[in-house]
């Protein structure tokens, strides 16, 4: 009988193919193909360069083998194996396993510490459609329109897309990306790969009923994919891959009190979500609480109609850094501000946190609740990893 080994692999459900991980691996033992993104055995030396630049935690998936499961193995899956079950090998293999899962765990906790974790869906949420466009064979969307939601004077581009899927089924959840495909290829010849994108419209579509939904998209100097979507117009078609995304989903519950925390072009999911709570819980809900932070208003997208959305249905905190004459304010120093009606949502049982923007914002984010929670008498890192094994705690960084 083979030695147990330990195996790394990625949950093909919850992966949202952003191929991060793939850019990142130092030792190139990540690789994909139409459908999946997968670890090979061969190669990989568990240097956990990957795990922390996950948005998902899907990365962060382990088995103990007699065989390992080959590339073929893993194309193939769309949701992981259960954990084999059989009988100890030698005891010097038992010790083997539990002084690399010993090494792993402290890696990882080193890792998570500014990372969302391994991101668990609300209990009442809907089950998503997964990855049923693939690089191999893409739906094609009809652009409908391409609306500039920052002022015209502003440092920033962003964009409102909407794509028509016509009569191909693609069915999505708020919360879901989906990848674009640019056209071209990159200097190796190389087909570019999609660049993901969070939907921003509920799961009904933009136009209630129709078979469309809605992008918002920033325009990067160098990006190739961003300008060919902020360039798009009317009538263009568009390749498309998706829908992704298991976790970072909106619960059903209209009673769930909603904290939402973005910067930028983060603000795409939430927006989702607060169509469809007005849409289908006009009545009382849980709550809904906004903090949005932006470099000034005219930067801010969807400005405008975020005010005319009524404080019954969505408290907002919108947070400006580069106003002219005041100083430089953030999402963590809104949440400060904001402590006492922090600690009433960290203690709710039916309380959500969602955490989306730039990376870069997470541990000013992370700090915040710690001092709220400490503020009140609770340990942050508990309250944390609780909610998240609840499915209360989701957090998409880039």
């Known amino acids: 009988m083979?030695?147990?080994?330990?195996?790394?692999?990625?949950d093909p459900e919850i992966c949202i193919r952003c191929y991060t991980c793939e850019m990142t691996c130092p030792i190139e033992a990540i690789t994909h193909d139409d459908s999946n993104v997968v670890v090979d055995f061969e190669k990989c030396e568990f240097c956990m360069a990957c795990i922390p630049v996950c948005p998902t935690g899907s990365i962060d998936e382990w088995r103990v083998v007699e065989t390992p499961y080959s590339l073929?193995?893993?194309?193939?899956?769309?949701?992981?194996?259960?954990?084999?079950?059989?009988?100890?090998?030698?005891?010097?293999?038992d010790t083997s396993i539990e002084a690399l899962d010993d090494a792993m765990a402290a890696l990882l906790a080193e890792a998570h510490s500014g990372a969302g974790g391994k991101a668990k869906a609300p209990a009442s949420a809907s089950k998503p459609s997964i990855n049923l466009y693939t690089l191999g064979k893409p739906a094609e969307a009809t652009v409908q329109g391409n609306y500039r939601l920052t002022a015209e004077n502003a440092d920033t581009d962003v964009r409102h897309i909407i794509l028509d899927f016509g009569g191909q089924p693609f069915p999505v959840l708020e919360g879901q990306s989906i990848g674009i495909i640019a056209p071209g290829a990159d200097a190796d010849g190389k087909p570019y790969l999609p660049r993901l994108y969070s939907i921003s419209s509920p799961r009904d579509g933009e136009r209630p009923n129709y078979n469309n939904l809605s992008l918002t998209v920033k325009r990067e100097p160098n990006g190739i994919c961003s300008n060919y979507v902020c360039d798009l117009k009317v009538g263009d078609k568009v390749k498309v891959t998706g829908p992704f995304g298991a976790t970072f989903l909106m619960p059903n519950d209209a009673q769930a009190n909603l904290l939402m925390i973005c910067t930028?072009?983060?603000?795409?999911p939430f927006r989702a979500f607060t169509m469809r709570r007005q849409r289908s819980n006009a009545g009382s809900s849980g709550g809904m609480t906004l903090v949005f932070g932006a470099r000034t208003p005219e930067s801010l997208p969807y400005f405008g109609p975020l005010k005319k959305v009524p404080e019954t249905i969505l408290r907002k905190h919108l947070v400006f850094s580069r106003i002219e004459g005041e100083p430089k304010h953030y999402v963590q120093d809104k949440l400060r501000e904001e402590a006492g009606a922090v600690a009433e949502i960290l203690k709710d049982p039916n309380a959500h946190i969602y955490i989306c923007g730039l990376r870069s914002m997470e541990e000013g984010v992370e700090k915040a609740l710690s001092d709220i929670s400490d503020g009140i008498g609770i340990e942050w890192a508990a309250v944390r990893n609780a909610m998240r094994d609840e499915g209360r705690y989701h957090v998409e960084t880039y």
């Open 2 to 10: 083979n030695k147990p080994v330990k195996q790394h692999l990625i």
């Open 264 to 268: 930028g072009t983060g603000s795409a």
């Open 72 to 93: 073929e193995d893993q194309f193939g899956w769309e949701e992981l194996p259960v954990q084999q079950e059989f009988e100890s090998a030698a005891s010097e293999a």
